[in-house]
């Protein structure tokens, strides 16, 4: 059974730094893309950064670019997601995820929600101004 553990979520006020974690097992940790989407209320969801597992590749949403980096220990399977420089519109219920099938470079690029089998409970974000 794929588990996917979230942590680090939180409130802050603009400008400040969160950082998520989120610890996979029972899963194959390769090639795989993993990564975090948000959704705000009354918003749709959104792919915000994801990497490509054991490897170097990365993808940001261009809402975060600069401002959000992703890691990865792949010793622990567990992806980290450094978020900097916080907006209030970077408030949202964050959710990790993580695809069951073998991930290209392209679909990495290109997250849709229903491509990813394996969700974490999700951690809220709140940033105040």
């Known amino acids: 059974q794929v588990l996917l553990v979230e942590s680090g979520g939180g409130s802050v006020q603009a400008g400040g730094s969160l950082r998520l974690s989120c610890a996979a097992s029972?899963?194959?940790?390769?090639?795989?893309?993993m990564g975090w989407f948000r959704q705000a209320p009354d918003k749709e969801r959104e792919g915000v950064a994801f990497?490509?597992?054991?490897?170097?590749?990365?993808y940001y949403a261009s809402s975060v670019k600069g401002r959000f980096t992703i890691s990865q220990d792949i010793a622990n399977l567990t992806v980290y997601l450094q978020m900097s420089s916080l907006k209030p519109e970077d408030s949202a219920m964050y959710y990790c995820?993580?695809?069951?099938?073998?991930?290209?470079?392209?679909?990495?690029?290109?997250?849709?929600?229903?491509?990813?089998?394996?969700w974490g409970q999700g951690t809220q974000v709140t940033v105040s101004s």
């Open positions: 995820a993580a695809t069951a099938r073998y991930c290209s470079a392209w679909d990495l690029a290109n997250p849709r929600d229903y491509e990813y089998q394996y």
């Open positions: 029972g899963y194959t940790y390769r090639n795989r893309c």
């Open positions: 990497v490509l597992t054991g490897g170097s590749v990365t």
